[in-house]
């Protein structure tokens, strides 16, 4: 196989390469010291490839490559469908984000089964003493949710969402920034409206919040989120507000939006400046 460019940056040689396969050239990466290098296939097709990789790496965040992108991907991530969805859609999530889809659907079915009781005990106590006794409850009204429609709309974004986290940076990455925001958004809607609340929709605001802005101030990581998506929740946010879906945790909403959105800045800052030094991946 021809080598046919290196990359010091992980999302960029994968985007790449995901942009010569739509184009019917295949690539083998390999990595070694935090360099990506993309193999050649077909030496038939080296002055094409060399081409296509030398317009990317100029400008990989250029219209062309999202619209292209665009026609060949999952909406909310831009990742490749036959990338994503290899060996099922389920296979395709990460641990966290699949714990968190089965967890939220086993309690959703719990009420046919035992009753009232387990939701009960993971609402949002009624005092803050109560909270103090059983700090757990701050997080756990995340996992409620009280109709068929709320639990779809909220795993739904949940999975592609907590997905683009997951296969971009890690694991550990999503269940840190889930369990901030779930903290400030539960808490920030307590003391609005009480502790009747639930359901995973402060936890996605979060994570839209995130990775916007995330892939605003930190552009060579090589992912952000389409502008549709964006407008579009955007737009959901506002109608809640002004009461037309009915009754909905709209200061979750906004507080898990504007959290996820402070450490979308702070650790998109935090891995640009790190690698314009020189040190690591751009992920």
């Known amino acids: 196989m021809l080598e046919l460019v290196r990359i010091n940056n992980a999302s960029l040689a994968k985007r790449l390469a995901d942009l010569l396969a739509r184009r019917g050239i295949d690539t083998r990466t390999e990595e070694r010291d935090g ?31 999202q619209d292209d992108a665009w026609q060949a991907s999952e909406p909310v991530t831009g990742l490749p469908r036959e990338r994503v969805f290899s060996g099922g859609w389920f296979a395709s999530l990460g641990p966290v984000t699949r714990t968190g889809l089965v967890a939220c659907a086993l309690i959703f079915l719990s009420p046919y089964v035992m009753g009232p ?56 990455q999503l269940l840190w920034i889930t369990l901030v925001v779930a903290s400030l958004s539960n808490f920030a809607q307590y003391l609005d409206t009480g502790p009747r609340f639930g359901g995973m929709s402060g936890v996605v605001y979060g994570l839209l919040g995130y990775l916007w802005l995330y892939g605003k101030v930190n552009p ?47 650790v998109g800052l935090y891995r640009r400046m790190r690698y314009y030094r020189g040190g690591t991946k751009g992920e």
Not at 144 to 166: A, K, T, Y
């Open 35 to 65: 360099h990506y290098t993309l193999f050649l296939a077909d030496a038939a097709r080296q002055d094409e490839a060399r081409e296509l990789a030398r317009e990317f790496l100029h400008n990989p965040l250029a219209g062309k490559w």
């Open 117 to 172: 009781a387990l939701y009960e005990a993971l609402m949002f106590p009624d005092t803050v003493q109560g909270l103090v006794a059983q700090p757990w409850r701050l997080l756990t009204p995340m996992l409620l949710h009280f109709s068929v429609l709320h639990i779809i709309f909220n795993l739904l974004w949940w999975c592609d969402l907590g997905r683009l986290i997951e296969r971009f940076q890690s694991s550990l």
């Open 220 to 266: 060579a990581a090589g992912y952000q989120l389409r502008k549709e998506i964006v407008v579009l929740m955007l737009v959901w946010l506002v109608i809640c507000y002004v009461g037309l879906s009915g009754v909905v945790a709209n200061t979750a909403h906004l507080t898990g939006l504007l959290s996820g959105g402070a450490l979308g800045v702070l």
